[in-house]
């Protein structure tokens, strides 16, 4: 109430100075200054074109009807009364009006770029502050809090309300409580509407980026354009997808160190285990091989070695996981021979595949594979490794090799129980094991990833086919040597 007193006040003061200025006029043309009518017409006209340009419609329009009274009243015929004896006269009144009118028409369209100009540029500047403050927010504060104290204060609103989805908390700021519902601010971010409250001058909308809204903001007051608002909406929604995207960066950092510690550790701890059962083997190899204990003490020994062997497998194991998931598996490819790299692996299983009827079906004439020889090795290791401990002991193997398309493909076929399709979806996870056979085969899990892994390097496939009851094949597939592939 108090402005608009104000002004009318100054409205009311603006009128009387319209009129003084024509009375002073008058005053300068009829004590003083001796001019013809032309003249004094002239200078009434100018007067009111300051006058509409300066001040607006209504007090030019006063100074219109003064300057006519004036001008009829003082300088044309008959002076002294307000009688227009000559037509002529009534075309200067209609000249002042029409004046009047188009000059602050004028003045008022040109006055209102002038403010909206103003404002634009003051909206970009406190648009620029706003972004660069929100750059310098604390990321280890409550983000969306410091969000709307800085919308209230760059903008100096009276208040703001700011909608968190991810928490579902709701944030006021601002020298007074914004007049919105707690229920608006979540309709608008749920529904990604906007609402306006010409009553109470507060708007709310939600806030997203290219996707669902992320939450919603509510400010009160409108010295802010639809624009601008959209803006801070836009800046608010990147701030906290970069505070998102920072956290998820951190957070997948401090995983990774956390898996190269452990890792590394893990690498440590194998090498120091394996480091004493290199001589516990040497020593229970001479003891069975001397013969000279009893047969009780030989199956002492037997189970020794067995045992010393399969803790000696899942420390290698252990070693090759923690290798690859460091990134510290370093390939050093070259041209290899399939039928050598099997034949490597099969000599090096021999006593364990003793009295089983392994067919291999690898021809001498493929084409040479792009590969690194120790970490395919470990892959046809594995794989041979497994189907034993998962098929009954005599139980056939059939190991082939064929060219397709780029690739030589190699699979492992076996008569065991099977695979079924939900164990197939997860068999190359990392520490799975089948359910029917977890409590009776010991294993750590992690030989087929490790396989995957190894051939994922080479950019090759590995996979599984199997049904329940009828065995599974094993296969995978290595790109062939690039002058074996061009030829």
Known sequence: ????????????????????????????????????????????????????????????????????????????????????????????LFAFVVTALIASELSARAQKQAAQSTRRQRELERLYTLSRNLLLLDSRGPLAQQIAHQVAQVFELPGVAFFDRLSDRIHRAGPHDIPVEDSKLRDAALQGTVFHDAAARTTVMPINLGGPPI???????????????????????????????????????????????????????????????????????????????????????????????????????????????????????????????????????????????????????????????????IVIWQLLNNAMRYTPPGSPLTLRAHMEGSEVVVSLADRGPGISEPEQQRIFEKFYRGKAHRDRIPGTGVGLTIAQEIVRAHHGRIWVESQPGKGAKFSFSVPCAPKESSA
């Open 1 to 92: 109430m108090t402005k608009v007193l104000l002004a009318r006040v100054f409205k009311l003061f603006r009128v009387l100075g319209a009129l003084g200025l024509v009375g002073g006029v008058t005053f300068l043309y009829t004590r003083g200054v001796s001019v013809n009518n032309v003249t004094v017409a002239l200078t009434f006209l100018l007067v009111v074109l300051v006058v509409a340009t300066r001040w607006g419609l209504l007090e030019a329009l006063a100074a219109s009807v003064a300057g006519m009274l004036c001008f009829n009243y003082f300088f044309l015929p008959p002076i002294g009364t307000l009688t227009i004896a000559d037509p002529q006269n009534w075309a200067a």
């Open 215 to 377: 939450g919603s903001l509510g400010v009160q007051g409108t010295s802010i354009s639809e624009a601008a608002l959209q803006s801070i909406a836009s800046l608010t929604a990147i701030t906290l997808e970069r505070a998102h995207v920072q956290d998820v960066a951190t957070r997948a950092e401090a995983a990774r160190q956390s898996d190269e510690l452990k890792s590394t550790l893990l690498d440590a701890l194998a090498h120091e285990f394996k480091t004493p059962l290199t001589p516990i083997k040497a020593a229970v190899t001479s003891m069975l091989s001397d013969g000279c204990s009893s047969p009780t003490h030989q199956e002492l020994l037997h189970i020794i070695n067995e045992e010393t062997d399969r803790l000696n497998t899942m420390l290698t194991e252990a070693i090759q996981m923690s290798r690859i998931e460091a990134g510290q598996v370093q390939l050093r490819r070259s041209p290899q021979s399939m039928s050598s790299l099997v034949r490597a692996q099969l000599e090096r299983l021999a006593e364990s595949l003793e009295g089983r009827n392994v067919a291999v079906e690898v021809p001498e004439n493929l084409p040479r594979v792009s590969a690194d020889p120790e970490f395919i090795g």
